[in-house]
């Protein structure tokens, strides 16, 4: 007799425990009762009548993520690809439409997404693509929201999270960018190499211009001594022919005597007998005595001519 109500006893139990279920957090379970939707069930303990209602399906309320490969082409005719990662959710008080009007969101969603993307593209240049990114973005989330609103789905965002061209023509734009590098940087060292020039000129023109105004200042020291030297020998009684003889001489021997103390000097210096100061002097002092009486001569000649 115990042993006839062991079997419905644990059928029971089976009922009863086939009555309970659990949501997760961020969760929504549909409910159907004989085939037709009975009601939504969030998270937390939910009861429902055994072997009358079943749970047709759960959907998730987090955010969820698809990438979308599509190549195209664009107004200057270069094939591209491009990743566009659309980032959705199921709204909460649409999870019915979400359920129940679409089977395959994923393919819905990628339809739109190739769509907008091979509309936008070919209008742009490659350059634009890059640059633009985020208009393609934002026309992509725009025509997603306005479609996939009614289904139950919200668009949070979507990015262009990859560009990538063929590869013989990342090939070029390296190249092109590689060639502007180099253009710029020849450009640079030119105006380095300018820049040098001008001051190195600037440099060598200052040298000069203080070069020559040391050799002036040199000349008209020496001339002054010469000045003073010619005053001294006059006041002991050597007239100035002589004493600017003599002073050649001095400055002759000077000059041999600074030669002789360079040990490393190539200079050769002819005459450079014994007898040729004696000589320069002799023919120094002639030509003075020649110059004097010319001067006389003429100075004769002039008033004889007056009287």
Known sequence: MNYFYIPIIVLGLIVLISSFFIVKQQTSAIVERFGKFKSIRHSGLQLKIPLVDRIAGRLSLKIQQLDVIIETKTL???????????QYKVIR???????????????QITSYVFDVVRAEVP???????????????????????????????DIIKTLVTDIDPDSQVKEAMNRINASEREKIAAQFEGDAQRILIVEKAKAEAESKRLQGQGIADQRREIARGLEESVEVLNRVGINSQEASALIVVTQHY???????????????????????????????????AA???IGEAMKNAKKNKNE
């Open 123 to 153: 209008k742009m240049k490659l350059d634009d693509v890059f640059v633009k990114k985020d208009d393609i973005a934002i026309a992509v989330k725009s025509e997603l929201n306005e479609a996939m609103m009614e289904y139950g789905y």
């Open 291 to 293: 110059s004097n009486q």
């Open 93 to 107: 008080d649409k999870v019915y439409d979400a359920f129940y009007k679409l089977d395959y969101p994923h393919d």
């Open 254 to 288: 000077d000059t041999l005597q600074s030669l002789g103390e360079e040990t490393n000097s190539n200079l050769i210096l002819l005459p450079n007998a014994p007898q040729a100061g004696s000589n320069m002097l002799n023919d120094m002092v002639a030509s003075f």
């Open 76 to 86: 200057d005719d270069v094939f591209v690809r491009l990743k566009v990662s659309v």
